[in-house]
């Protein structure tokens, strides 16, 4: 491996550009760590460093080999020679984002998740060999991408049955071995989970549950997570589905296995059966059982509130990813997406009151998909936002709640002397709008300084623009 320090940006730029480019494979990839400049100085910065702290005025923040080393006062601590130094004046410095819901398999999501500021996925169901094998490519600097966290495919139960794949436990137990960093569910029975978490724990992992529609299925709702022992709960369905006083009203030929009958109706139309004291109870359980909350508000906004708006249509990010998304839920009329406005109010009720309650907000976006990869983490906090938090508790909930539930809240999550050097330095005050999460001037991962702007042409000239030309979905890297 080259070992190249203290090249300036634009011939580092250069590199990246070559080694990513068409035909490299991956043995000639550069290992990125190593081509960082060991020791950076950020100086300058106003600090909000995710602890929940007020933010600090005119901080240095020394990072060495790819930690962070100390931090400062301005002026307190002396540059050491060689060092470069970013200056950060006049700018505002956050933990790297960390994206708790992903379904990571292409390659060309890695620079647009790290060009938003995203230093951290967790994958939520995806093929197992492909992640595990990326996780350890990143981790060994061989690909330049967010950290991953793996939970392999979900544990569902009509595809375990009809692969023959025994019993709930047997499952679980082959994912630990396989080395999962925690575990997905979307179906069983208040024993079968028990079960999988049993295994979960005893091997310090934790276990999650779609809540919502599967084919066939109904996946556990809020209650029967909570009964069964998990430790959080994926999509803000769950709580609907759980707080309604009767069923919902649907038309006379509905079909409860066509997941486009689902969405349009049964989701759409929730709101006119969900009872306001139910979500109450459930969220006290909830939190009583610190049981997580995932609600990925983001995934339902694009994919039914903004239904064949020209928000979702025409959003100029999408010229970034170069393949189509098949039509699975055809057109809304008006009256359906004003139908999901109501749930999705709920949905924000649901999130307020749980952030109020004590309980552990997390941020995930169900990404890639109608919710953009690396943009749509930032909806997301604009949607806590708008549902009653502070911008401070939306960064956190996208930071130090997401490496809580990744158990990693020792190596990531804030900026503090001692954790890696993830971090994002913007041009503006996302205390005081927390839409300027997304006025990104630079990203560090792992102590390599990235410029947005060029992770996103290096995307455009590598993958080509949507419709562009076909993605080769066997280049695996
Ligand atoms: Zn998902």
Redesign the pocket.
Known sequence: MPHIRHVPLYRFVLLVLWFFSPGCGPAEQISQSSAAPSVIVIEGGTLIDGTGAPALLGTRILIEDGRIQEIVQEGELSIPAGARVIDAAGKYIIPGLIDA?V?YDMPWLHRLYLANGVTTVRD??SSIERTLTLRQEIAAGNILAPRMFVSGPGINPSSVRAMNLGSAKEMATKLVEAGVDGIKVTGYTTDELRDIVEVAHANGLIVYG?TGPKRGNRAPGARLAVEAGLDGI?HALGILEDAMDKPVPVPADYDPFDSTHIFRYWYGRMYSVVNSEKIDELIQLMVDNEVYFSPTLINFVRNFVQRNTPEVETDPNLKYIPEDEPDRFGRFTEEERQDWRKTMALMKEATYKFHEAGGLLINGT?SPGAALPGWSVHQEMELFVEAGLTPMAALLATTLNNAKVLNKEDELGTVEPGKYADLVILDADPLQDITHTQDIHLVIKNGLVLDPDVLLEENLEQFGARGERHFDRNQRN
């Open positions: 819901h379904h939520l169901g779609h994926e169900d």
